[in-house]
């Protein structure tokens, strides 16, 4: 089976239920992920292993389950990031907050001499990560009272190559 024949079929599945525009969507996800994960010719024989991979994404769909908890992934500001059900989805309007809280820093008359970030409540980090990315001589502490999202938080840190200091804190009671 191809990408190509891999996606009708995984679209044949999902078109009753998904909206038009959410399914094509997913489509250039998945397409550019099996062309990541196993060929980057469309026509390409692909292994068993991806079809397997995609009935099992379209069955989690078909349960309700959203699109990056079922990847395991998603993409924030130029990033990978991994998502679980233990933390929030990032969104796209936060990607917006990032980019201009990094234009703004950058302004910053104390920008040369780094600045002191914090973010309240990180979950997968990406806004902390994606700071302290952009923001290479700042100081960036992410906070969180979940130990899961910590731990997916210092992971997401770990593979991106991002300086955080995160710490377990309940910011409300604490």
């Given at each position: 089976?191809?990408?190509?024949?891999?996606?009708?079929?995984?679209?044949?599945?999902?078109?009753?239920?998904?909206?038009?525009?959410?399914?094509?969507?997913?489509n250039i996800h998945l397409t550019l992920h099996l062309a990541e994960?196993?060929?980057?010719?469309?026509?390409?024989?692909?292994?068993?292993?991806?079809?397997?991979?995609?009935?099992?994404?379209?069955?989690?769909?078909?349960?309700?389950?959203?699109?990056?908890?079922?990847?395991?992934?998603?993409?924030?500001?130029?990033?990978?990031?991994?998502?679980?059900?233990?933390?929030?989805?990032?969104?796209?309007?936060?990607?917006?907050?990032?980019?201009?809280?990094?234009?703004?820093?950058?302004?910053?008359?104390?920008?040369?001499?780094?600045?002191?970030?914090?973010?309240?409540?990180?979950?997968?980090?990406?806004?902390?990560?994606?700071?302290?990315?952009?923001?290479?001589?700042?100081?960036?502490?992410a906070i969180e009272v979940s130990p899961e999202a910590i731990d997916?938080?210092?992971?997401?840190?770990?593979?991106l190559g991002a300086e955080v200091d995160f710490r377990q804190v309940?910011?409300?009671?604490?």
């Open positions: 089976m191809t990408i190509t024949n891999l996606l009708q079929k995984f679209n044949a599945t999902l078109r009753p239920i998904l909206p038009p525009a959410e399914l094509e969507a997913i994960k196993y060929s980057p010719n469309p026509g390409a024989p692909l292994p068993a292993a991806a079809e397997t991979e995609l009935l099992k994404l379209a069955a989690d769909l078909k349960h309700g389950m959203p699109f990056q908890y079922a990847m395991g992934y998603c993409w924030f500001y130029k990033y990978k990031f991994e998502v679980t059900t233990s933390v929030l989805i990032p969104r796209p309007e936060t990607e917006e907050l990032v980019d201009l809280a990094i234009k703004k820093l950058e302004a910053h008359d104390g920008f040369a001499k780094g600045l002191s970030v914090l973010d309240v409540g990180t979950g997968t980090g990406c806004i902390a990560i994606s700071l302290a990315l952009a923001l290479k001589n700042s100081k960036v502490t997916i938080a210092k992971k997401n840190a770990e593979n309940d910011f409300l009671n604490d």
